[in-house]
């Protein structure tokens, strides 16, 4: 059993920055930013394995890393719209990155607005 605690939510202005953090209680091979806005189905913004990979409508804008060291992974998001508005979730996977939403572990999510 893995626990994810996510952080660095908030409003900021278009065209901003924010960065979104990820602790896990413990180690994974496999961490992912996902978002839901409302009406909307959920959506895998980032990955990052044993390789990165990005939504189309993020790349370019964001960064997805990690720090082993303490189970933590990161989503620096940059020159925001107002289109990436919704909650933010963390998700974790122990052994592989999984199709789709298909991973076990989950946090509680964090708002992100984008405003003019």
């Known amino acids: 059993q893995v626990q994810l605690e996510e952080s660095g939510g908030g409003s900021v202005q278009v065209g901003g920055s924010l960065t979104l953090s990820c602790v896990a209680s413990g180690s994974a091979y496999c961490m992912a930013w996902f978002r839901q806005a409302p009406g909307k189905e959920r959506e895998k913004v980032a990955q990052r394995g044993q390789h990165t990979h990005y939504a189309d409508s993020v790349k370019g804008r964001f960064n997805i890393s990690r720090d082993n060291a303490k189970n933590a992974v990161y989503l620096q998001m940059n020159s925001l719209k107002p289109e990436d508005t919704a909650t933010y979730y963390c998700?974790?996977?122990?052994?592989?990155?999984?199709?789709?939403?298909?991973?076990?572990?989950w946090g509680q999510g964090t708002q992100v607005t984008v405003g003019s």
């Open positions: 998700a974790a996977a122990l052994y592989s990155c999984l199709p789709g939403n298909n991973f076990p572990y």
